[in-house]
């Protein structure tokens, strides 16, 4: 990539809109799940599987089970995006309380 490709980017990265959503990931082996929101819920799962990967996962339960059943078995999940016009307000307890319904509808755990 030369340097001007670089430059627009790096650009077109900051200036990207925020993606706030609801995700889960899911372990097919036993079939938990685990889910989390996210301010740029479309590109959370690359910081998600890297402390995965490196035993570092604040989430104790999760990285338990991706020790015994090792990568290949879980899949991230986006489950629910707002709008880009919702409410600048609301957003944080909105995605809250999304994150508790979908916690309820799939019988998961809080990430």
Known sequence: ????????????????KP?????AVICTA???AWVGRSLHVDNHRNGLWFTL???????????AAWRE??????????LERLRDDFPEVARTSELKARQELWCSRLQASAL
Not at 53 to 63: D, T, Y
């Open 1 to 16: 990539m030369d340097r001007q490709a670089r430059k627009a980017a790096i650009a077109a990265y900051k200036e990207r």
């Open 19 to 23: 993606a706030w959503g609801v995700y």
């Open 30 to 32: 036993t079939g938990e």
């Open 53 to 63: 990967r490196q035993g570092s996962s604040p989430h104790a339960s999760l990285q």
């Open 69 to 78: 059943h090792g990568e290949r078995e879980f899949r991230f999940e986006e």
